[in-house]
Nanobody
Framework: VQLQASGGGLVQAGGSLRLSCAAS????????ITWFRQAPGEERVFVAA????????LYANSVKGRFTMSRDNAKNTVYLQMNNLKAEDTAVYYC???????????????????WGQGTLVTVSS
């Protein structure tokens, strides 16, 4: 499956952005889709995930209450609505897909076989 992330940009602190991750070349609803982010000089970290059978998304504590992940299987697309953005949210955001991820491993980037190219989010303070 190929993933294409988009929607990044420059926004002031307190603002909002919506990222999209469009998938092609695979059966979309077979995959767990997850957002990771990587700030300059730091490791890639988990942001949010939506497993294929789950109705609710999972979130990192740092974004809980501010970010909302949704998926539209008909459009083969997932979204990450980011509200009340903070300077520390500045990073390149990646979407990733895996066909089978157990709950305890969702945040482990090594579980994912497919990655989008990343989209840069810059939050000015």
């Amino acid at each position: 499956v190929q993933l294409q992330a988009s929607g990044g940009g420059l926004v002031q602190a307190g603002g909002s952005l919506r990222l999209s991750c469009a998938a092609s070349g695979g059966t979309f609803n077979r995959y767990t889709i997850t957002w990771f982010r990587q700030a300059p000089g730091e490791e890639r970290v988990f942001v949010a995930a939506r497993r294929r059978y789950d109705s609710n998304a999972l979130y990192a504590n740092s974004v809980k209450g501010r970010f909302t992940m949704s998926r539209d299987n008909a459009k083969n697309t997932v979204y990450l609505q980011m509200n009340n953005l903070k300077a520390e949210d500045t990073a390149v955001y990646y979407c990733a897909a895996a066909s089978g991820v157990i709950l305890s491993a969702v945040a482990d980037s090594r579980q994912y076989d497919y990655w989008g190219q990343g989209t840069l989010v810059t939050v000015s303070s």
